[in-house]
């Protein structure tokens, strides 16, 4: 019987020796192959912390004691150890989350998988143990990825405030986070990496003192006393313990007797500790560790032998931003490029390895990148920043007060705009058309298809007194949606066919062709419909509130939470021109949705052709006084 199916909580393993650990590690690794190769995920960061994860477990008792997670990718092990070992339907509805989940268990604490927020997560359940006098622990799990992002710090220095307050910080060293970490923090983990440790030496130097008669102690007291000077000459830890910080490391984190003395050592100190692990990502799989883009930090459905993609996927909306970054870079040599240690990830991969001296990783850190690309643009240079959608969303402050009040001319590319689906509520980019409306003179443009993305990018980065920002979705770009005509900015997709049309359709960048549908559902019931994309979605076109007039409803169709999105911008528009036209915004709900794929969101919230050709039927036969009955509006077949 395998050991990993005995395994239904953390107690569990109290009962395994030294060698089952081993083999239990062994099959937790070839589970998560044979399971995540099925479903996709993040393979390679779990590979990483198989062991990590074993020992956390043994040697501090879930839940009492909180174990938390950073950014929570890595968390895969956890789950299995907590009781959770059906990984069949792996980050799809119904299923296992890819990240921590409150609702799956309560081993699991901190979900929002946005990195660098442990820190600050762990020292205020810590705060609250010491005020209610409780005895568990707070255990911090953090990648050296995670720890180049600023309110890491920010939580280390006040986490150091307190010697007598509990605090157990591993950071899960693997050189990467996803891509190899860079920066002067990566460089001084790097020297940790590669220097014996003070514990070693010590270790060493007291059995040989220790034989020596008469001085032998005395000299090793004095030794021992001096351990902060012997420390900084032979690990240069000083950065960690000149914050007051207590080092353990670094450690094997592949040798469970070593991490499990480590933790223990932690746990019985009383105060903050770092423990400073180091990991392999991708261990024990070797098409993983010979991935050297980013060893499976993510992947698809794969096959386990190989490694290969199960199936060949089209050109997607970044591949297509990432070429044509090259062409603007081969053009202009002004244009440069940041990344928030998400080089691949945002389709920078290409400008870098032809523009090695144009391209900034500034580590997960958007906010310091937002600011940094402030002051390119100020040194004459056009900063190009690609960055997930709901990333941004850490940067806002910088983009207003920074950016946008200085004039500088920034262009933010936000990928993953929209719903994305299975990496749940903390990855859907439902957020920027509702926060950036605020910003004055920012300029936001939602491409419909990948000739657009082309285009569009263009004009962005020709505005050089302003923020731009270019968003576009996730996954596989579809055909060209061709334009049939113009009214002042925005492209005409599709004309009425009628001088006096019931329904202007705004369609808002990847959903054009459902756009299109809803148009051809509402034709069948005699709606005569013009769908108009503005491509540039702020500031309103000009030209909008002129062409509402002419209809007799206006709806407006985006993947961004309606709360202030573009049909709040264009029901603005109209009642500042004094157009008195019903206006129907559809969009996405204030709430946070559950992972599913885009396909079963998109139903969940009624964001689909037939749901929205209903409730406009409806909304015409109401202005035309007629009984409201929609049930013959039906999806379009082939």
């Known amino acids: 019987m395998p050991l990993l199916t005995r395994i239904r909580g953390p107690r569990d393993l109290d009962r395994l020796s030294p060698e089952e650990l081993v083999q239990l590690a062994e099959e937790i690794r070839t589970f998560l192959v044979e399971a995540v190769s099925k479903t996709g995920g993040h393979l390679g960061p779990n590979l ?51 990240y921590p989940s409150q609702a799956e268990s309560e081993h699991d604490v901190i979900e929002n998988s946005h990195a660098s927020t442990v820190l600050g997560w762990a020292d205020g359940i810590a705060k609250g143990n010491q005020l209610r006098k409780r005895d568990s622990h707070v255990v911090a799990v953090i990648g050296d990825g995670a720890l180049t992002g600023g309110m890491a710090w920010e939580a280390l220095n006040n986490i150091a405030d307190a010697k007598d307050r509990p605090l157990v910080i591993v950071v899960n060293d693997n050189e990467r986070s996803y891509a190899p970490t860079i920066g002067g923090l990566a460089n001084h983990l790097a020297t940790l990496r590669t220097t014996d440790g003070y514990e070693r030496f010590l270790a060493r130097g007291k059995d040989l003192l220790e034989r ?27 950065m960690f313990e000149d914050l007051g910080l207590k080092y353990v490391g670094p450690i094997d984190g592949h040798d469970m007797e070593a991490l499990e003395s ?24 070797q098409p993983a560790l010979q991935d050297e883009a ?82 390119l643009a100020t040194a004459g240079l056009h900063p190009v920043f690609a960055v997930y959608a709901t990333f941004l969303n850490r940067a806002f402050d910088q983009v207003l007060m920074d950016v946008a009040l200085h004039k500088c001319g920034v262009t933010f590319v936000l990928d993953r705009a929209g719903v994305t689906g299975t990496d749940g509520a903390s990855h859907n980019g439902m957020w920027d058309m509702s926060i950036l409306q605020v910003v004055p003179g920012l300029r936001l443009a939602a491409p419909r298809d990948a000739d657009q993305v082309r ?26 949606v061709a334009a049939v005509g113009k009214v002042g900015g925005m492209d005409v997709l599709r004309e009425p066919g009628t001088d006096t049309p019931d329904v202007l359709l705004v369609s808002v960048g990847a959903l054009a062709p459902m756009c299109l549908e809803i148009a051809g559902l509402l034709d069948k019931q005699g709606i005569s419909t013009t769908v108009v994309d503005p491509r540039w ?59 599913a794929s885009r396909a079963e969101v998109m139903a969940e919230i009624g964001l ?26 039906e999806p379009a077949r082939d």
């Open 294 to 375: 980013d060893r499976f930090h993510g992947i698809g459905p794969i096959h386990p032998d190989t490694g290969l993609p199960v199936k060949a996927s089209g050109a997607d909306w970044t591949s297509v931003f990432g070429d044509e970054m090259v062409e603007l870079g081969k053009e202009r040599e002004d244009i440069v490029a940041i990344t928030a240690a998400m080089l691949q990830p945002v389709g920078l991969k290409k400008f870098a390895d032809t523009f090695p001296d144009r391209i900034y990783d500034v580590g997960i850190a958007e906010q310091h990148g937002a600011v940094s690309a402030a002051g």
């Open 212 to 238: 020596t008669p008469v001085v032998g102690r005395p000299l090793y007291d004095t030794l021992h006393g001096a351990k902060k000077g012997l420390k900084d000459f032979i690990a240069p830890q000083g």
């Open 455 to 480: 285009a569009q990018l263009r004009e962005a980065v020709e505005v050089d007194d302003a923020p731009t920002v270019v968003r576009f979705s996730k996954g596989a770009v579809g055909p060209a």
């Open 48 to 98: 990483g912390v198989v062991e990590l994860t074993i020992a956390l477990h043994r040697v501090f008792d879930s839940p009492k004691d909180k174990v938390l997670w950073d950014t929570g990718h890595q968390s895969y092990v956890h789950k299995l150890l907590t009781g959770r070992q059906d990984f069949s339907r792996l980050k799809q509805k119904g299923g296992l989350s890819g």
């Open 608 to 633: 689909t052709a037939p749901d929205i050709a209903r409730q406009v039927t409806g909304l015409v036969a109401k202005l035309d006084g007629q009984p409201t009955d929609v049930s013959s509006v």
């Open 262 to 285: 480590a933790l223990a050592r932690a746990k019985r100190f009383g105060g903050p500790v770092i423990v400073h692990c180091l990991t392999e990502k991708g261990r024990g799989y």
């Open 537 to 595: 979605v702020k500031p309103v076109d000009e030209a909008m509130a002129p062409l509402a007039e002419r209809h007799r409803v206006v709806v407006t169709v985006e993947d961004n939470i309606r709360v202030g999105g573009v049909g709040s911008a264009v029901a603005q528009a109209l009642r500042d021109a004094g157009v008195d036209v019903p206006l129907r915004d559809f969009g996405i709900p204030p709430r946070f949705l559950d992972h």
